[in-house]
T-cell receptor, first 110, second 115 residues
Framework: GDSVTQMEGPVTLSEEAFLTINCTYT??????LFWYVQYPGEGLQLLLK?????DKGSNKGFEATYRKETTSFHLEKGSVQVSDSAVYFC?????????FGTGTRLKVLA | GAVVSQHPSWVICKSGTSVKIECRSL??????MFWYRQFPKQSLMLMAT?????????EQGVEKDKFLINHASLTLSTLTVTSAHPEDSSFYIC???????????FGSGTRLTVV
């Protein structure tokens, strides 16, 4: 069945460091891909999305490109801030059902 | 943008009692809402799809008699955890949206603790 695999955390970075969180997927067909962010005690917020191959989603300095050839959707940010500390979930969606990765906790130190 | 409100944000109940969680779409009508469960430090698992005016569709392994879902209107779906046990303690999150290629909006979640 469909699945999403993302790198385990926690990831600890200093402020202004470069961030990469890896995400790969398996799917029958061509799903839409998403990154969601979850702050402590809160629900999920959509960070960015891409709906087809080679699409680049971007928001708040975060970027991810839908790579069909490598079935990947890695999340990147050039310079992280303390306020970026949260759990990040990669997800795929075929028709209506989301498949989530296990989440990666990011901690940014001042 | 689409806003989904979930209530309560946290609840503590005794074993054997039932707890109801509400999920409301505030500024749009949602014919379909989804209920997820998240265990500590784990990902979200889809429990069921709630359809307005009809029975919910449960994922494999989810007890429909234990997790009662009602979608009585286009803006409200409820999840009732019946005869709760400590192993039902979890973070429950609903989501709704207009469908298509847009991402669904998630509620803020409900942390249920059964003692």
């Amino acid at each position: 069945g469909d699945s999403v695999t993302q790198m385990e955390g926690p990831v600890t970075l200093s402020e202004e460091a470069f961030l990469t969180i890896n995400c790969t997927y398996t799917a029958t067909g061509y799903p839409s891909l998403f990154w969601y962010v979850q702050y402590p005690g809160e629900g999920l917020q959509l960070l960015l999305k891409a709906t087809k191959a080679d699409d680049k989603g971007s928001n708040k300095g975060f970027e991810a490109t839908y790579r069909k050839e490598t079935t990947s959707f890695h999340l990147e940010k050039g310079s992280v801030q303390v306020s970026d500390s949260a759990v990040y979930f990669c997800a795929s969606r075929g028709t209506y059902k989301y498949i989530f990765g296990t989440g990666t906790r990011l901690k940014v130190l001042a | 943008g689409a806003v989904v409100s979930q209530h309560p944000s946290w609840v503590i109940c005794k074993s054997g009692t039932s707890v109801k969680i509400e999920c409301r779409s505030l500024d749009f009508q949602a014919t379909t809402m989804f209920w997820y469960r998240q265990f500590p430090k784990q990902s979200l698992m889809l429990m069921a799809t709630s359809n307005e005016g009809s029975k919910a569709t449960y994922e494999q392994g989810v007890e429909k008699d234990k997790f009662l879902i009602n979608h009585a209107s286009l803006t409200l779906s409820t999840l009732t955890v019946t005869s709760a046990h400590p192993e039902d303690s979890s973070f429950y999150i609903c989501s709704a949206g207009v469908g298509g290629y847009q991402g669904y909006t998630f509620g803020s979640g409900t942390r249920l603790t059964v003692v």
